[in-house]
């Protein structure tokens, strides 16, 4: 009798993806890396339930844990990233974008904070984050910035650049209280010497 094998045969799903402009393909709901130089390439994939493996013809090109459960989730490995892209992984930390968007308010602090968790590899995060910070750099600055924050928090529990950018394209300032004017003002309220001449006459 021949030995059974040291792992179990699991049905596997052959598939195609496109390698996006973000050098991650499609599976199901989710997204995994593959080497950038692959963007735009049509690879073919092999899903088991545990793994997700990329081929580049004959060659495997990437391969990946299976995200179960969850939609919209990253997976990526560093060596897959472009050279740009590993040098923000030195040049920002969660821990920076913390401590800038605490500067900023409360409010926005609360959107960075829900943006850097809502990505399971963290560094999928820091593109929008640094999209957040851009919008200060623009007219009404860190004061606009932080009152969209509120605004998004008042829709959102956790909030995405998307919907921020949206509420900053479409803010208006607060109205000014303006004094109320009296009938005084507005001319309605004749002078004393309006009923004298009447008299007189």
Request: hydrophobic share 40%; proline share 7%; with cysteine.
């Amino acid at each position: 009798m021949v030995p059974l094998p040291a792992t179990r045969f699991e049905l596997a799903e052959l598939k195609k993806a496109k390698a996006g402009p973000n050098y991650h393909v499609q599976v199901d709901s989710n997204f995994y890396s593959v080497p950038f130089p692959l963007i735009g390439r049509t690879l073919d994939v092999r899903v088991t339930s545990r793994v997700v493996e990329v081929f580049d013809g004959a060659r495997r090109v990437a391969s990946h844990a299976r995200l179960r459960d969850v939609r919209g989730r990253y997976q990526t490995l560093v060596e897959h990233m472009p050279p740009a892209h590993r040098a923000h992984l030195g040049e920002w930390t969660p821990q920076r974008f913390r401590s800038w968007a605490g500067d900023v308010g409360p409010n926005t602090a609360a959107v960075i904070a829900a943006i850097l968790a809502s990505k399971k590899i963290v560094e999928q995060a820091f593109r929008p984050c640094l999209g957040v910070m851009a919008l200060a750099k623009k007219t009404g600055g860190t004061a606009r910035l932080e009152d969209t924050c509120g605004k998004a928090l008042a829709i959102a529990a956790a909030p995405s650049y998307t919907l921020v950018k949206r509420l900053w394209a479409s803010w208006e300032p607060a109205p000014r209280d303006e004094p109320r004017r009296s009938l005084g003002d507005a001319g309605f309220v004749r002078g004393a010497g309006y009923h004298a001449e009447g008299d007189a006459s």
